[in-house]
């Protein structure tokens, strides 16, 4: 196995800070955990953060305006002086989902996997990490709705999957090392 890691960012590097979701980073509450990681790319790494136009908006206005979500996603590819992973950066890796706290209804969890099997990224890893489902909702039904997509539609019946992993929006939490070597040893 060939192990294809993204180049590493350089000093004046610069990436794009986005809030695709939740926006919480622009609320005041929490504005400061957000500038002290910003400060701390910015300063240790020297690596230039580049704010899209509705980051930093707050939760409210993020969460009604999603066409506002998508324009700066649009933007930040549009940017070539944005660093961004080449596409086989999925090939041979591990791919980590969780479902958070928002615990997605079951139609929209089938997308979103079906999603990623539709863009070839499920053909092209060695496994996929699924963290433990909030309050485990649906603990039965995503496990099932990942089965059916995974082994009976994409016929990836090799592709190791472990389900109930203590890791995202959980506890207790272990930590992930993104960007690491690891191995899912499907015989323990």
């Keep these: 196995m060939n192990f294809i890691k993204p180049n590493r960012l350089q000093k004046g590097d610069k990436i794009a ?66 660093k961004w992973p080449k596409e086989n950066i999925w090939r041979n890796a591990i791919l980590f989902l969780e479902t958070s706290e928002e615990m997605p209804e079951l139609n929209h969890f089938e997308r979103l996997i079906r999603n990623y099997g539709s863009q070839g990224i499920l053909e092209k890893i060695n496994g996929i990490i699924i963290g433990k489902p909030y309050d485990n909702k649906y603990y039965d039904e995503y496990k099932n709705i990942i089965l059916k997509i995974v082994r009976d539609e994409l016929k990836l019946n090799d592709l190791p999957i472990m389900y109930n992993m203590n890791f995202g929006h959980t506890s207790p939490m272990i930590t992930i090392p993104y960007g690491a070597i690891g191995e899912i040893d499907c015989d323990k």
Excluded at 29 to 38: F, Q, S
Excluded at 63 to 82: C, G, Q, V
């Design 17 to 82: 800070a986005i809030s695709l979701s939740w926006g919480g980073a622009g609320d005041k509450e929490i504005l400061w955990r957000y500038n002290l990681g910003k400060k701390r790319l910015e300063e240790e790494f020297g690596i230039i953060v580049v704010e899209m136009e509705n980051t930093l908006k707050g939760s409210k206005y993020i969460y009604e305006h999603p066409e506002k979500r998508s324009e700066d996603l649009m933007n930040a590819f549009k940017d070539k002086s944005i």
